[in-house]
């Protein structure tokens, strides 16, 4: 009986010591572990400080040298097909030079014939005052005269068919026609300018901007590094003459036209130039740069940068340059904004 009290002692020791030995393989659990203490990052912002200054406001831009006198060579009377054009571009021409030419079927026989005819009426007058009666002599010469008028018709029909320069100067525009092409009435087929009388035109796609351009504001025109003349504005959309002529009238309607103090050396008609035209100056003005500028919902403001705050302004504006913005109210010198 004491053996097996014995061996059940001993038996329960060891269970006890498996269980011990048993949760000792069991690993104790850690801590989690605390979040690392992360800095948060400054803002960057993009700066720039009110100044003060001068702004404007202007008409810029390139065109090129016109003439103020020239022509527009037309068929009038007739249309028909082209014989030939007798100059280009670019070419000098007197008045009275030929131009162009129509085709006028038979015409040149027809004129043969006529002055053959005078010549036979003028021979049969001849006839007549020396063996004729007064009445055959008078009959003659009446053939004689309408012969003549026959003559001078046809003269003024081939006339007609041509055209002619009607003063000295420069063929600035041919229109592009082949042979035997037909021409319109009143079809505009050259154009001649006098290339000693020169203005400056600048024609703009953006009529807003040159419908503020009145005649008489001032302009300065420059081309290269060493040239720059003041001109005055003599013409406008606004002031442009009444025509009928569709190509003048899209013309006028973009385009502005200055006089030049002082024609560059060897400008010609087309040599091109760079124009300015100041709408509107301010002196000594509140600027900021346009990229400061802010708009959202009908308001108007920039966002200033007082140390490390930043606060929205309202601002009221003035003139506006391609890179500046005036501001009559809001801001003064030396304050800091942030950019766009």
Do not use: W
């Not at 009110?50 to 068929?75: C, H, N, P, W, Y």
């Not at 008609?269 to 346009?290: Q, R, T």
């Amino acid at each position: 009986m004491l053996k097996l009290r014995n061996y059940s002692l001993a038996m329960s020791l060891l269970v006890s010591l498996s269980l011990l030995a048993g949760c000792s393989l069991i690993p104790n659990e850690e801590e989690p572990l605390k979040p690392p203490l992360v800095k948060p990052a400054e803002q960057n912002y993009s700066t720039d400080e009110v100044k003060m200054g001068d702004i404007r406001r202007e008409v810029r831009g390139s065109g090129i040298f016109e003439s103020t006198e020239s022509e527009l060579a037309q068929f009038k009377s007739q249309g028909g097909r082209l014989k030939k054009l007798y100059v280009s571009s670019g070419d000098e021409v007197k008045k009275g030079d030929l131009l162009a030419e129509l085709v006028v079927d038979g015409l040149d026989v027809q004129l043969l014939e006529q002055k053959l005819g005078v010549e036979r009426a003028g021979y049969a007058v001849k006839q007549a005052k020396q063996s004729g009666s007064e009445e055959e002599r008078h009959m003659a010469e009446l053939q004689l005269e309408i012969e003549k008028l026959k003559l001078e018709k046809l003269e003024q029909t081939d006339e007609q068919s041509k055209l002619r320069a009607t003063m000295n100067g420069q063929v600035v525009f041919v229109e592009e026609l082949v042979e035997g092409d037909f021409v319109q009435p009143y079809q505009t087929l050259v154009r001649v300018a006098d290339p000693t009388k020169l203005r400056f035109a600048y024609r703009s796609s953006d009529a807003g901007s040159i419908g503020e351009v009145d005649v008489g504001m001032s302009a300065v025109i420059t081309a290269g590094n060493d040239y720059e003349s003041t001109g005055k504005v003599v013409q406008t959309p606004a002031s442009a003459p009444v025509t009928t002529d569709a190509d003048l009238k899209s013309r006028y309607a973009s385009t502005l036209y200055a006089t030049v103090d002082k024609l560059p050396e060897g400008v010609e008609i087309g040599s091109s130039a760079n124009v300015s035209i100041v709408l509107v100056e301010h002196k000594n003005a509140v600027l900021i740069p346009k990229s400061g500028l802010r708009s959202y919902l009908g308001r108007t403001f920039v966002r200033v940068l007082e140390g490390k705050a930043l606060r929205e302004v309202d601002v009221e504006v003035g003139i506006q340059s391609s890179t500046e913005v005036e501001i009559l109210r809001g801001l003064k010198e030396g304050q800091t904004i942030v950019l766009n």
